[in-house]
């Protein structure tokens, strides 16, 4: 068996790190993290109402550096939001008008953006408001959405992927009347939790400096750690016989295909945007960066279920994109959390057969459409502005120019075309969308309600139904774009107005 990490001092790390420094150099962080002896209890971020001042919903939200022992004595240097990394899980309730006060106390530039939302451009939090480095910045909007998992994030232009990479992320949860009569598991911390995903590469002094080469320039930075909610090696004692997780994959590039060890069925109830018609049955989610999906599983049976990402290849060449929808990216084999039952499990009330009223996409509704390919171009090569060949429609971000003019209230169908080698997380601000055809095919149980995020595997072709409902605004845009973070940092994004 080998030692854990919680019980090495940081002297006899260092020395085992020395040894290995060089190429090797994360192994040694990565075989303590796999070890199963060792797990230890699953971080849950504070929970954030906010202040209700005036009608208004207020939060108070400081971007920072920040120290986390994520290995026992060794501090290794991080970003966090009101903490060492990522940040509190803020909620929110549908109709609501919030009031999000960001401080930045860094020598560095960095935005927080609201992924998932209808609001004012002035309000995204994309990467044209900009929270200088000491400076302040402050987010006022109505929750035009529905219970949903959304999150937040740091947008900047070109340190997207470094910032988040550091910790400057976060969850948010929404409530409405609709969700509230359903008597879904939701009572935080306790049979309803959020899950953050992410994967890091430690060095041997434990920390996780972002560094690119030319494979995590292309692929996307990825770590031999799991991490849920910043824990390294977690596990969760579970006190009730349903337990809702709300799945968030908040890596950089990671696509991870989620089930349990044992095969267990579980029942996906939300997608990016809310309830899903009706829970689906399933053993496997694929889920990619910036997707969310809330599940809820049965521990009845009494037996400790390990949630793991599955290992799996696909996504190049384009073969895979067909089948079944189980193929369409490259995924890590990761032990993400075990869930392990109290001596005593209370009985929750059972699932509800329905869920939401999920109006069936309607094609003839929409009087305009768009197409969106998506290209990386000489894989590695350099280019003058963003430093790689990665685009859309042939033209790399530029935060000079608008590339799409969108009427607010009209209905479009937008189609993404994937004509690159590798699979594409496409995310669209500013509203939620619905799938209507992936490949010609309807979309699967899981991604059939709202979406802002769509995976797009290497030859395939999507088709989108998107309406902006509120706000307008000819200058300030919002921002589409692969939400691997490398990806959008080094270009494949572009800029539409709603007008
Ligand atoms: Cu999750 Cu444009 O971002
Ligand atoms: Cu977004
Ligand atoms: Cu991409």
Not at 123 to 139: F, I, L, N
Not at 304 to 313: D, G, I, N, V, Y
Not at 481 to 486: V, Y
Request: charge should be negative; include cysteine; aromatic fraction near 8%.
């Amino acid at each position: 068996m080998k030692p854990s990490p919680f019980d090495l001092s940081r002297r006899a790390l260092l020395k085992t790190g020395a040894a290995s420094l060089g190429l090797a150099a994360i192994a040694p962080m990565a075989a303590f993290a796999g070890s199963h002896s060792s797990r230890q209890p699953l971080r849950i971020p504070p929970l954030d109402p906010g202040q209700m001042v005036d009608g208004q919903r207020k939060f108070d939200l400081t971007v920072g550096h920040g120290e986390m022992a994520f290995f026992a004595d060794l501090k290794t240097k991080t970003m966090g939001i009101n903490g060492d990394y990522l940040g509190p899980v803020l909620r929110f309730r549908a109709g609501e008008k919030v009031q999000l006060n960001v401080s930045n106390t860094m020598e560095e530039a960095t935005t927080l953006h609201w992924h998932g939302f209808n609001l004012p451009a002035a309000a995204d939090g994309g990467p044209h408001q900009v929270v200088a480095p000491g400076g302040d910045w402050t987010a006022e909007f109505e929750v035009r959405e529905k219970a949903s998992t959304m999150w937040y994030h740091s947008h900047l232009m070109g340190k997207t992927a470094d910032q988040v990479w550091a910790g400057v992320a976060g969850m948010i949860l929404i409530d409405d009347e609709e969700a509230d009569a359903l008597n879904l598991p939701n009572n935080y911390g306790v049979d309803d939790f959020p899950v953050v995903l992410q994967d890091r590469a430690f060095n041997s002094y434990g920390q996780m400096p972002y560094r690119l080469n030319m494979h995590s320039r292309n692929m996307g930075m990825s770590g031999d750690v799991a991490l849920v909610n910043g824990t390294v090696s977690p596990y969760l004692e579970v006190t009730t016989s349903l337990v809702r997780l709300r799945l968030l994959n908040g890596s950089n590039g990671s696509i991870y295909a989620l089930g349990f060890e044992d095969g267990r069925t579980f029942s996906q109830i939300a997608s990016d945007g809310g309830l899903l018609a009706a829970p689906a049955q399933t053993t496997m989610i694929l889920l990619a960066p910036g997707e969310r999906a809330e599940i809820v599983v049965d521990m009845s049976d009494q037996a400790p279920a390990m949630l793991r990402s599955f290992a799996q290849t696909g996504g190049s060449g384009g073969m895979m994109g067909g089948m079944g929808g189980m193929m369409r990216g490259n995924s890590p084999n990761h032990d993400f959390l075990e869930l392990r039952p109290a001596t005593s499990v209370s009985t929750s009330p059972a699932l509800p057969a329905t869920l939401a009223d999920l109006p069936t996409p309607d094609q003839n509704a929409a009087t305009n459409s768009r197409q969106f390919t998506l290209q990386m171009n000489g894989m590695g090569m350099m280019n003058a502005f963003t430093g790689g060949g990665f685009s859309i429609n042939g033209k790399s971000m530029d935060p000079t120019y608008i590339n799409e003019v969108v009427k607010m209230g009209e209905t479009e169908v937008w189609q993404i075309s994937n004509a690159s080698m590798m699979a594409h997380p496409f995310h669209i601000h500013n509203t939620q969308f619905r799938i209507l055809a992936r490949n010609g095919a309807t979309p699967a149980a899981g991604e059939a309600g709202r979406k802002d995020t769509v995976l797009v595997s290497p030859g395939e072709t999507v088709h989108i139904l998107i309406r902006f409902d509120h706000y307008s605004d000819d200058s300030l845009p919002y921002m589409y774009h692969c939400h691997i973070l490398e990806h959008e940092d080094a270009g494949m994004m572009g800029q539409f107005v709603v007008v």
